[in-house]
C-alpha cells in the first residue's frame, strides 16, 4: 500500500514518476486565469493567520463546511478565525475523494512543511504551526509565489479599473509579470442586474456620454487599448450560456435604449445585444493579438435566500446544461469569416461539452498558431482528478494534447499553485500508462518535450509571455 501523499502520489509506473520527476516538476507555472489581486501582490501583503489566507474567499471550503451542517456562522459569519479553522479541520475527512482533500494537504507540505494529516484533532498543532511560519516575511505575498515559481499571473479586472497596481508592480523589479485580463461582463450582460448603473459608471471612466451601441463600442475599443497598454493579454467572458442572435444595428439601439429606460428586454433582444458586442470584442482581440476566453454554462446564484443575505460569489452555483454547441460554431464562425476570430480558449462547466468541444476546435484551427483554439482545462467543478483525466483524454481523442497550453488556479488564494502540480501528476500518470501499455513510444525526448509545454511552454507561447 502506499504512503499519502509520498513523492509519488498520483504516479503508477516507472514512466509516469520519470515524466514528472525529471521534466514537469520544476517548470515554471503560467496562472493565466485567476482572481488574485493586484494590490495584495503590490502591497506584498502578509497573512496573520490559515484562516484568513485558507478560508477568506476559498468557495470550495465554504460548500464543504455547509456540505456538514457547518452553521454558517463559521464559514462566512463572525465566529474568530480558530474557530473557523477548526469547522473546516473537522470536515475535511469525510471530503475523501474530493479533490480539496489533496490540494489541502498538498498546500500544508509544500509551504509549511506539514506532513501529517489535517483532522479536528490536529488542527491546533497545524494553527501554531501555521501561525509561526507565515509570521515570517518570507511568507509574504511575493515570495509565496515566488516559492512556486510563477512566471505570470493573470488577473481578472473589471474594464472600469485603472489598473493602477498593475502599473505600480510593473515599476518594481518583480520578477513574476503581473498581467491584467480584460472581464467586460457587465456590459455584456445588458439583462442583468446593475447594468444601467455600470453604463453610467463607464461613462464618467470614458469621458463620453454613453447613449448608443456605438458609444458602448468605442467605450470597449477605448478600455480594451487602455488595458493593452498596461500589459494585457487576454479577455475573459462569463457566460450562462452561449448566444448567436444577429440583428440590425437600429434594432439593438432600440435594445439598448430601453434597457438603459429601466424596462426587462427579451431574451432575444438580450441575445442580439450580446452578440454585437462579442463580435466587436472579438475582432478588437484579433487586432492586438490578444486571448479571448469563454466561460460558459454555469448556474450563477440558484439559492435565492442565500443571495439575498450573502451576495453574488459565495459558494453557491452550480453546473448549468445549456444547448451551447450549435450557437457557438456560429459565434466562431462569422468572427472567422471576417477574419477577426482571436486565440480563442473555451471552458465548459458542463463536462458532457467536453466531446463537441474537442471536435469544433478541429474546424477552426488557422496556419501559424498551434492550437489557436483551446478546449480549456478541467473548469471549477470539473478541475479534479476524473475532471481533469476525462478533459484530457477527450482532447487527446479528438484533437492534439501536445498543444495544450495546461492548468490554471482560477482562485483567490496565494497557495493555490499546488493545483498546477495536482494536474502535472495526473498528466504524468496518463501519458505513462499510455506508454505503458504500449500506444506510444517511449521517447523520453519527445515524451519530456511534450509534457514541458504542456506544464508550461505553450502558454507562455501562446499568452506572448
Not at 509561526?132 to 473589471?158: C, Q
Not at 518583480?174 to 445588458?190: C, Q, Y
Not at 442583468?192 to 447613449?211: E, P, Q, R, W
Amino acid at each position: 500500500m502506499k504512503k499519502f501523499l509520498d513523492d509519488n502520489f498520483l504516479l503508477e509506473s516507472e514512466t509516469a514518476v520519470k515524466l514528472y520527476h525529471q521534466y514537469a516538476k520544476d517548470m515554471p507555472i503560467a496562472d493565466y486565469h485567476c482572481h488574485i489581486d493586484a494590490k495584495d501582490i503590490y502591497e506584498d501583503r502578509r497573512f496573520k493567520n490559515i484562516t484568513e489566507i485558507w478560508l477568506g474567499g476559498d468557495h470550495y471550503k465554504w460548500r464543504i463546511m455547509r456540505s456538514n451542517g457547518v452553521d454558517e456562522k463559521f464559514i462566512t459569519g463572525n465566529a474568530s478565525d480558530r474557530e473557523k479553522f477548526q469547522k473546516f479541520a473537522e470536515a475535511l475527512p469525510r471530503a475523501i475523494g474530493n479533490p480539496m482533500y489533496h490540494w489541502c494537504h498538498l498546500e500544508l507540505k509544500n509551504f509549511f512543511g506539514f506532513e501529517g494529516v489535517l483532522n479536528g484533532d490536529t488542527a491546533e498543532q497545524v494553527w501554531q504551526l501555521t501561525l509561526k511560519k507565515l509570521a515570517d516575511p518570507e511568507f509574504s505575498a511575493r515570495n509565496l509565489i515566488r516559492k512556486s515559481s510563477v512566471a505570470m499571473i493573470g488577473t481578472t479586472d473589471d474594464p472600469l479599473s485603472d489598473l493602477s497596481y498593475h502599473k505600480l508592480l510593473g515599476e518594481t523589479d518583480f520578477e513574476t509579470k503581473v498581467l491584467p485580463s480584460f472581464r467586460p461582463d457587465m456590459l455584456v450582460n445588458i439583462h442583468k442586474t446593475g447594468f444601467v448603473d455600470y453604463v453610467k459608471k463607464l461613462s464618467a471612466v470614458v469621458g463620453f456620454k454613453i447613449d448608443s451601441v456605438e458609444a458602448v463600442l468605442r467605450a470597449l475599443t477605448q478600455r480594451i487599448e487602455f488595458f493593452d497598454a498596461h500589459g494585457c493579454r487576454a479577455a475573459d467572458h462569463g457566460l450562462d450560456y452561449i448566444m448567436f442572435e444577429r440583428a440590425e444595428l437600429s434594432d439593438i439601439n432600440s435594445v439598448f435604449k430601453k434597457a438603459m429606460s429601466g424596462v426587462a428586454v427579451t431574451k432575444q433582444e438580450a441575445e442580439s445585444y450580446q452578440t454585437y458586442l462579442l463580435l466587436h470584442c472579438a475582432k478588437e482581440y484579433k487586432r492586438l493579438d490578444w486571448v479571448m476566453q469563454l466561460h460558459f454554462s454555469c448556474v450563477r446564484n440558484p439559492n435565492t435566500k442565500r443571495f439575498n443575505t450573502l451576495g453574488a460569489d459565495s459558494g453557491f452555483d452550480c453546473i448549468g446544461v445549456t444547448d451551447s454547441c450549435k450557437s457557438l460554431h456560429m459565434l466562431l464562425d462569422a468572427m472567422d469569416f471576417e477574419d477577426n476570430l482571436p486565440k480563442t480558449v473555451l471552458y465548459s462547466l458542463n463536462p458532457a461539452d467536453d466531446q463537441w468541444l474537442d471536435s469544433l476546435l478541429g474546424a477552426y484551427q488557422d496556419a501559424g498558431i498551434r492550437g489557436k483554439i483551446q478546449h480549456g482545462s478541467a473548469w471549477w467543478f470539473n478541475d479534479n482528478k476524473v475532471g481533469m483525466i476525462n478533459q484530457l483524454t477527450s482532447l487527446a481523442n479528438l484533437g492534439i494534447l501536445g498543444n495544450f497550453i495546461g492548468m490554471l488556479t482560477d482562485s483567490r488564494s496565494f497557495l493555490s499553485y499546488a493545483r498546477h502540480e495536482y494536474f502535472r501528476r495526473i498528466l504524468c500518470n496518463l501519458i505513462g500508462k499510455w506508454v505503458e501499455n504500449g500506444e506510444y513510444p517511449s521517447d523520453f525526448k519527445t515524451l519530456g518535450g511534450l509534457v514541458e509545454d504542456i506544464c508550461f511552454n505553450n502558454a507562455k507561447d501562446y499568452f506572448n509571455i
